[in-house]
């Protein structure tokens, strides 16, 4: 089983919608969670951290839940540039290494 | 505040030859990442360093790889005798603490192998 595992995609999803991605990890005893977004042939960026109690920034929200080992992105009223792709990253092992999932693309059209 | 600096963003070598990729992390940060991505793969780790320590290299090839960052300088990775397997995009990412925190990343450098 993978350490981090994402629905590739893509997502097609019109202007002004509501979307989700889910993420899930393996290892239990991971530590730290975040989401990167990721466009064509450029650096992964910091899009947020996600904590156990739920955080919000703007359109987004992630959730953390630790029973279920999944974590989750919310993006509400898309707009054409959140096309992307986005990077559920998990914090494994003695070393903390953060372990990035293949992400998932969204495509927001008009 | 300069972010991550990776350098050079683009390197043609030919295959047997040695590439050399460089990388600065942010200013205040001492725990530098290096992973790589081919085409329409995810993110691999390779190496995870400190100044002038080797913290964790379970994802680099043993062979014609290595990675240092010395008290002074970046952190260079180093591929040796370099195969067309080896193309892809080398990204660095730097953080101010290891242990789970943010880690940002650079442009990446776009190794070919011709």
């Known amino acids: 089983r993978k350490e981090v595992e994402q629905d590739p995609g893509p997502f097609n999803v019109p202007e002004g919608a509501t979307v989700a991605f889910n993420c899930t990890y393996s290892?239990?005893?991971?530590?730290?969670f975040f989401w990167y977004r990721q466009d064509c042939r450029k650096e992964p960026k910091l899009l947020m951290s996600?904590?156990?109690s739920g955080n919000e920034d703007g359109r987004f929200t992630a959730q953390l839940n630790r029973a279920s080992q999944y974590i989750s992105l919310l993006i509400r009223d898309s707009k054409l540039s959140d096309s992307a792709t986005y990077l559920c990253?998990?914090?494994?092992?003695?070393?903390?290494?953060?372990?990035f999932g293949r992400g998932t693309s969204l495509i927001v059209h008009p | 505040n300069a972010g991550v600096m990776q350098n050079p963003r683009h390197l043609v070598r030919r295959r047997g030859q040695e590439a050399r990729l460089r990388c600065s992390p942010m200013?205040?940060?001492?725990?530098v990442y290096w992973y790589r991505q081919l085409p329409e793969e995810g993110l691999k780790f390779m190496v995870y360093?400190?100044?002038?320590?080797?913290?964790?290299e379970s994802g680099m090839p043993k062979e014609r790889f290595s990675a240092e960052f010395p008290k002074e300088g970046p952190s260079i990775l180093r591929i040796q005798q370099v195969v067309r397997g080896d193309s892809a995009a080398y990204f660095c990412?730097?953080?101010?603490?290891?242990?789970?925190?943010?880690?940002?990343f650079g442009q990446g450098t776009r190794l070919t192998v011709v």
């Open positions: 290892n239990s005893a991971s530590q730290s």
């Open positions: 990253v998990v914090s494994v092992g003695g070393s903390y290494i953060p372990t």
């Open positions: 200013k205040g940060h001492s725990h």
């Open positions: 996600v904590y156990s």
């Open positions: 360093l400190q100044k002038e320590n080797i913290i964790d």
């Open positions: 990412a730097s953080s101010p603490t290891g242990g789970g925190t943010e880690a940002f």
